[in-house]
């Protein structure tokens, strides 16, 4: 049976204003559930929004229709954008969802019941845009230490989670667990500055608006959003019901891929909220950097962005997707500009890979009339490419293991560069000159289709309508990850198709 790999990006705040840098988590669970799904894996790969929450209470208000018009209506941006990014989820999951409401309510009472959860009262600060509480410490000048916006004074009824019962055993299971949270530096931040300042018992209802899921058994009260919003990893599964067919497959989750703000919600509530649910924790947390503009944060009120859609039509989703694979470091803040991304586009994709795949398949045509034929006459250069391809598949592996996406995808890179150095080298056009050389100038031709089409295979998790071109021009079946193991998979004896370009070079 498949090993199964549970990954998750956190469900998004509807908008009708994305952004590139919401686009960045996405794709990256996106190439990391492909690559998992390329490789053998049952991958169970979930996205969703997360609908509830005073800041929808107040747009919806501000528009005049009711939440729940509200969200059913910009929910479809989120849909479409995934869409137009190949984003390719097995599940999206709605906190509007009836099933999901039902069982955060038992989840709630569950925890209520057995003392996790107490009535008290609360005063302190609330972030709005956030939906976090500070404390005075925290919110120095009642400013939020996340957004900088202004956090208010609040003071109601409500109920707490007892998260300093669970201060010792979470750090526990961080001694336990040294992968659980990645990069290594988010994890000291949270042990440093969260977990051994002490844990205090967290906020987990509001009476002060009522676009939320209610405490059933005390109605004034709307479940607090994050205790709603982390439910949906489980509720998606059937949880309650922990013998569903899901829950019992996919639970628990590989992968929480999740922006480094909101790295506190997952590796410090969540893990609190399962343990006192008795359920497993989740096998990893990335927390992942954020993609700036001119340094600062990609904003609406600065106006300092397209719609990612702009970019996919005007230069291709490919392109976009592999600028946000590419570019930054994962795990590391970057800066993300146009002028990057078409530069990215020329050098690796126009260039580099579009290049050789046209040159080849182009002299395929020219001095064989794109039949496929593998003489088998190698010398020293020939060995060193079939070794570079043939390592690709486990480099790769290790790479993505350590979820290290862009040196993964530069390792895929290196190789398609040395294949073009290849060409330059073996010249093949001096070759076909003489008719003596053709076994040899059909060996390098062969040697190459067959890089590209290793290449390609790779390359499927992250530019995934560019390697289906490829497979196209090349005519192959062989497209699966088992077929990259050896060299010499590429069938003899097939004509290829004619070449298309993959990218054009773009000048602007
Ligand atoms: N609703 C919460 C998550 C609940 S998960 C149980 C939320 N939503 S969000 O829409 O604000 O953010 C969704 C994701 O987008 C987060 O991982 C966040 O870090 C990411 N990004 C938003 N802006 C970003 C950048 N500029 N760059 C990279 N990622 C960014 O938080």
Same mark, same amino acid.
């Given at each position: ?9 956190? /469900? ?62 910009? /929910? ?32 709630? !009472? ?146 929480? @891929? ?172 001096? @070759?076909? !000159? ?75």
């Amino acid at each position: 049976m498949a090993k199964k790999y549970y990954i998750t990006t956190p /469900i998004y705040y509807p908008s009708a204003n994305f952004h590139i840098g919401h686009c960045y988590t996405t794709i990256i669970a996106d190439s990391i559930a492909r690559y998992k799904r390329l490789t053998g894996y049952d991958v169970y790969f979930q996205t969703g929004t997360d609908e509830h929450g005073e800041k929808i209470e107040k747009k919806a208000k501000e528009a005049g229709i009711t939440p729940k018009e509200y969200v059913d209506k910009i /929910i479809e941006n989120a849909k479409d954008l995934w869409a137009s990014l190949g984003i390719s989820y097995d599940y999206f999951i709605r906190t509007t969802d009836k099933n999901h409401e039902e069982a955060v309510q038992k989840i709630f !009472k569950k925890l209520y019941e057995q003392n996790d959860i107490y009535k008290g009262e609360y005063k302190g600060l609330y972030c709005v845009p956030c939906e976090s509480f500070w404390t005075e410490s925290q919110a120095v000048n009642n400013i939020c230490p996340d957004c900088g916006r202004e956090v208010k004074e609040v003071s109601e009824e409500a109920y707490f989670f007892r998260l300093s019962k669970y201060q010792d055993k979470l750090i526990k299971f961080y001694d336990e667990h040294p992968d659980f949270i990645l990069p290594l530096s988010r994890k000291n931040e949270m042990l440093n500055n969260f977990i051994k300042p002490g844990l205090e018992d967290l906020c987990v209802s509001r009476t002060s608006f009522k676009w939320g899921i209610p405490v059933d058994f005390d109605p004034n009260h709307v479940v607090y959003v994050w205790i709603d919003a982390l439910s949906n990893y489980i509720t998606s599964l059937g949880y309650p019901n922990t013998k569903s067919e899901k829950f019992q497959k996919y639970w628990p989750a590989d992968l929480h @891929l999740v922006g480094k703000e909101i790295v506190r919600f997952h590796t410090i509530i969540w893990p609190c909220m399962l343990m006192a649910l008795n359920l497993e924790l989740p096998k990893q947390v990335f927390g992942h950097g954020w993609l700036k503009i001119d340094g600062g944060k990609i904003s609406k009120s600065l106006g300092n962005y397209k719609d990612p859609r702009e970019y996919i039509k005007e230069y291709g989703v490919d392109a976009v997707r592999y600028y946000a694979l590419r570019e930054v470091p994962f795990g590391n803040d970057g800066n993300f500009s146009e002028e990057a991304l078409i530069s990215r586009t020329n050098a690796d994709l126009a260039n580099n890979l579009g290049n050789l795949v046209n040159r080849t398949i182009s002299m395929s045509h020219k001095y064989f009339d794109g039949l496929v034929t593998n003489p088998k006459i190698n010398t020293e250069i020939d060995e060193i490419l079939i070794n570079k391809a043939l390592s690709l598949k486990d480099i790769v592996e290790t790479k993505m293991n350590e979820l290290k996406v862009n040196e993964a995808i530069d390792e895929i890179m290196d190789t398609l560069r040395f294949a073009n150095k290849y060409i330059d080298e073996t010249t093949p056009w001096s @070759l076909a !000159k003489d008719e003596t050389k053709k076994n040899r100038l059909a060996t390098i031709l062969y040697n190459l289709l067959e890089t590209i089409r290793i290449c390609a295979v790779l390359l499927t998790p992250f530019i995934p309508t560019t390697s289906s071109k490829i497979f196209n021009e090349l005519n192959t079946k062989k497209t699966d990850y088992d077929s990259i193991s050896t060299f010499g998979t590429l069938e003899e004896n097939i004509i290829l198709n004619k070449p298309e370009i993959l990218f054009n070079r773009i000048d602007k």
